[in-house]
Structure formats: C-alpha cells, structure tokens
C-alpha cells in the first residue's frame, strides 16, 4: 500500500506562476486534507474535503483553490504564487472510526519554494 | 474559530530526564490526537484519546485527555535521543469534520 502519495516533492515558482500540487490516497477514506506548515507555525489548516463531492475552507484558504477529483485524488491550486506562500505542504487522508475516532495519515509533503 | 494551543514551543532535556507538552483547547473537543514530527518528516499518528479522563501509555510515553475534553498532555519518562522530533496535538472539530492542530512542541535531547 502506499498510503498518500503527493507530487511533487520539491518545486521552485517565480511569482506569479502556477502549478497544481497533487494527493492521492489508496485507503479508500472519505476526508482529505490540505495543510501548509512553516517554522513556529505549525499546520495549518488550508482546505479540507470532508468527503466526494465537497469541500471546505480552512483557517488559511486565500490564494488557494482545490478539487476533490474523486474519492482517490484531492488537488491544492495556486494560481499566482507569491513568495508567502513558500511552505511545505502536506496532505493528509483522514480515517473516521465509531465512537468519532479520527487518524490522519500524512504524505511526504511538498516543499514549495517561492521566488 | 476553533483554537488549539500547545506549549511550550521549544524544549531541551539532558537524555533521560522527564518532558511534559500541554495541549489547549477553545472549544470542548470529540476527540484529541497526537502526532510525531522527526526532522524533515511528515507527522506521523500517536495515538487517539476519546473519553472524558482518558490515560493511555505508550511504553514510556503517558497520554492523558481533560475531564472538560478541552486540554490535554503528552508525558514522556526517561528521554531517549530517538524522541527528538516535534510533538503535535490536534482536535477534530465541533462539527466532526475539521482536524485543527497545535503549533507544536519541538523536542531536543542531548547525550
């Protein structure tokens, strides 16, 4: 299994360029997550698809667009990069179980530098 | 918004001394989980507390979840080099949808 694969692993943007950062996930779960993560910051919450078919914005949505694609496959859009939005990006495949248990399962992340 | 609040940010032990991380909810939590961070990783899942009260251990790792269900704690006995990395907390929302994390408790041991 490979569990939450996200590409790509690195990417260098000048300002003002886009590019679409892609998840998928073969656990067959219902909720995806968007999360950026930068020093002293910790995770914070992009966008997040709490099942097929919809999504939700996060604590911080502005300058990003997503798609949950299907059940699989959940994209992060930046249509016109700025350098604040350098970060590492992470997605995150998300297990709810009885009695509301909840685990996130982490991809490598996606580290986005902004020039 | 929901808010989750972890302290302190940073902690320096001498290996084999105790670390405690605190986790701060706004709002009463379902649930509360933890992750570990190492460097230049993804998190990675701890474990989940769910009750009201709740103690569970992991080895030389103590977990426990307020009688309010809005803080929460991390205790690890006896530090070792391999706990080095950065402890999260994270709560699902009112709502059960949101997963909202703590910024992180960055942990590093010296032999």
């Known amino acids: 299994n490979a569990g939450v694969t996200q590409t790509p692993k690195f990417q260098v943007l000048k300002t003002g360029q886009s590019m679409t950062l892609q998840c998928a996930q073969d656990?067959?779960?219902?909720?995806m997550y968007w999360y950026r993560q930068d020093p002293g910051m910790g995770l914070r919450l992009i966008y997040y698809s709490a099942s097929e078919g919809t999504t939700d914005k996060g604590e911080v949505p502005n300058g990003y667009n997503v798609s949950r694609l299907n059940k699989r496959e959940f994209s992060l859009r930046l249509e016109s990069a700025a350098p604040s939005q350098t970060s590492v990006y992470f997605c995150?495949?998300?297990?709810?179980?009885?009695?509301?248990?909840?685990?996130?399962?982490f991809g490598q992340g996606t580290r986005l530098t902004v020039v | 918004g929901q808010q989750v609040m972890q302290i302190p940010q940073y902690q320096h032990v001498q290996e084999g001394e105790d670390f405690t991380t605190y986790c701060n909810s706004s709002t009463t939590l379902s649930n509360i989980q933890w992750y570990k961070q190492r460097p230049g990783g993804h998190p990675v899942f701890l474990i989940q507390l769910v009750k009201s009260g709740e103690v569970k251990k992991q080895k030389r790792l103590t977990f426990q979840f307020g009688e309010a269900k809005k803080n929460s704690s991390l205790h690890i006995t006896a530090t070792q080099t391999t706990d080095v990395g950065t402890y999260f907390c994270?709560?699902?929302?009112?709502?059960?949808?949101?997963?909202?994390f703590g910024k992180g408790t960055t942990l590093s041991v010296s032999s």
């Open positions: 656990m067959n779960h219902n909720s």
């Open positions: 995150a495949s998300i297990i709810r179980g009885p009695e509301g248990s909840t685990e996130a399962f």
């Open positions: 994270a709560g699902t929302n009112q709502a059960g949808t949101a997963l909202i």
